[in-house]
């Protein structure tokens, strides 16, 4: 995801948000407590409304214990109250992501099948798979950024985009060490 962070601010909850180039249907918040997913792909302020505003927006926030607490299941959270809250600021933070991320020409508020079809989204379908041709493939790659854990020293590596296969993904049955990685200042 490409992304640009923007804080929820007075509660001292974060929130990080980016787009989702590679598959723009999957889109909305990924709720954390504790670190434990408790929430996944929850749509918060524009992308309720059916329009295109924040389709393709990923959003991960971690929410602690004492602002938040999970039900018995972990599959909720106790205090629908404050939950509501909590997807209303999301969304309002959200709505700001959008202004910003260049999705949206700022001075006329369009522009955003323009973007989505640099990526090779071309109809108004929201839900429909990009094309496969090879040029739109390079420029979803050479914005997604490809990470890889190393399966011996368990570190994380980024694995630059390489013009030479845009279309290299990693198998992740085949054990993959820092070794293999094309950027020789990681390759140790």
């Known amino acids: 995801s490409s992304g640009i962070n923007e804080s929820t601010g007075s509660s001292g909850i974060n929130a990080e948000y980016g787009l989702n180039i590679q598959n723009r249907k999957c889109f909305g918040m990924f709720i954390y407590n504790c670190s434990r997913l ?22 991960i926030v971690n929410v602690p214990f004492l602002v938040l607490e999970p039900t018995h299941n ?37 522009g955003v099948r323009n973007f989505w079809a640099e990526f090779g989204y071309f109809t108004n379908k929201w839900t429909e798979e990009p ?4 040029k739109y493939v390079k420029k979803r790659n050479m914005k997604t950024l490809q990470w890889q854990q190393c399966d011996r020293c368990l570190k994380w590596r980024m694995i630059p985009f390489s013009m030479k296969d845009p279309q290299a993904t990693f198998d992740s049955t085949e054990e993959w060490t820092c070794q293999k990685n094309p950027d020789i200042n990681f390759s140790e």
Request: net charge negative; proline share 3%; charged share 25%.
């Open 38 to 59: 408790i929430k996944m792909y929850e749509r918060v302020g524009p992308q309720l409304e059916g329009g295109c505003s924040g389709v393709g927006v990923i959003g």
């Open 131 to 134: 094309a496969s041709d090879l």
């Open 74 to 110: 972990k599959q909720d959270f106790a205090d629908a109250k404050e939950y509501k809250h909590l997807l209303r600021a999301l969304g309002e933070h959200l709505h700001h992501y959008w202004q910003i991320c260049g999705v949206v020409d700022p001075r006329t508020g369009s």
